[in-house]
């Protein structure tokens, strides 16, 4: 049965984004608002679809750690496809940062690059640098949150990456303070796996880090504290 439910979510996901993204690529003459709010709707279809196909369900703790009323720089915990999706329904509007190439994948890339990611260069790690500081402070300033994974690529259950300080640069020179995320994800929506397991996945949200006083270096360190602290602890 699980593999039948993961078929049917396969083939809705599919179906889902087949129809969705040509009419996404219509909201170009709007504002980026617009064109969010359009984007949004995808992930929660996505959502809604997974939990009737294959029972995945979650919970938030921690949401009372998000600002009302302030921008701020979101680096979460990597493990799954999943956490792409389900933090927009959780976090203010946002933007990712992620590998430029991405954006050349025919109408899933173009409609990506509608969202005004911070396209990056990774084989040019100094340049990529600046182009997460230059790019990423311009969306904060116009008060859109970032979304970056700090350990680059996503990593099983149980194990840690290594955190990049590219989110913890970009807090440092901006100002901008960091939202750290756990969750455990990968439990029940693998990394590039077609299975899909029922259960509830679990996200923290982590107390806010203000970056003032701080080097990139000692950011990081909270960030990686705190998401792994968050790892460990009981649902």
């Known amino acids: 049965m699980i593999v039948l439910r993961s078929l049917f979510?396969?083939?809705?996901?599919?179906?889902?984004?087949l129809v969705h993204t040509p009419f996404m690529l219509l909201t170009l003459p709007f504002s980026f608002k617009v064109r969010y709010a359009y984007a949004r709707l995808w992930g929660k279809a996505i959502l809604f679809w997974l939990r009737i196909t294959c029972g995945i369900t979650y919970t938030v703790?921690?949401?009372?750690?998000?600002?009302?009323?302030?921008?701020?720089?979101?680096?979460?915990?990597?493990?799954?496809?999943?956490?792409?999706?389900?933090?927009?329904?959780?976090?203010?509007?946002?933007?990712?940062?992620?590998k430029r190439v991405l954006l050349l994948i025919p109408l899933f890339g173009w409609a990506l690059a509608m969202l005004n990611p911070v396209s990056i260069d990774r084989k040019a790690s100094r340049k990529a640098i600046e182009q997460i500081v230059e790019q990423g402070k311009q969306r904060l300033d116009n008060g859109i949150w970032i979304v970056?994974?700090?350990?680059?690529?996503?990593?099983a259950p149980g194990q840690r990456g290594d955190y990049h300080r590219g989110g913890a640069i970009l807090a440092e020179r901006?100002?901008?303070?960091?939202?750290?995320?756990?969750?455990?994800?990968?439990e029940f929506w693998p990394r590039n796996s077609f299975i899909k397991k029922p259960g509830v996945i679990e996200m923290h949200i982590g107390a806010l880090i203000p970056p003032e006083g701080k080097s990139a270096r000692q950011i990081i360190a909270e960030v990686k504290e705190s998401i792994e602290g968050m790892m460990t602890e009981p649902g």
């Open 174 to 186: 901006t100002g901008y303070p960091v939202v750290p995320v756990a969750h455990n994800a990968g």
């Open 61 to 98: 703790q921690g949401a009372e750690h998000i600002p009302t009323d302030q921008t701020a720089i979101i680096m979460c915990k990597h493990q799954s496809a999943w956490e792409t999706i389900s933090l927009q329904s959780v976090f203010p509007p946002q933007v990712w940062v992620l």
């Open 148 to 155: 970056i994974f700090p350990e680059g690529t996503r990593v």
């Open 9 to 17: 979510f396969f083939l809705g996901q599919v179906i889902i984004t």
